[in-house]
């Protein structure tokens, strides 16, 4: 049985394209879902020095406030509650973050389009 399945989300239509699928799965194995999204944080730009590190503190925490809202916008569409369909945002390399997030998390599955 698959008890927990990761959804990665970038906020493209491509990436939420796989939610009517999974959602069905999820409901019928009474799977907990994730809904992931991971800010790329090699697409912020980098300002060299000490002296941007706030500014670059401020993009990365709001790019992550932005992509809470997104997901927990995808959430109230499925018409899901927060104890079957979590939301994560996390920082970093998104190929590398997932596969991190999915093995820390036990993850059973993850559902891309």
Sequence with gaps: ???????????????????????????????????????DTDALPHLPGNRYKELTEKLLEREKDLARRYLRAIRDHMGANEGAVSCEVIPGSPAEAIVSFAHTQGIGLIAMS
């Design 1 to 39: 049985m698959l008890e927990h399945i990761l959804v990665p989300l970038d906020s493209s239509k491509l990436s939420e394209q796989i939610l009517p699928f999974i959602g069905h799965i999820a409901k019928n194995m009474h799977s907990r879902m994730t809904l992931l999204h991971v800010v």
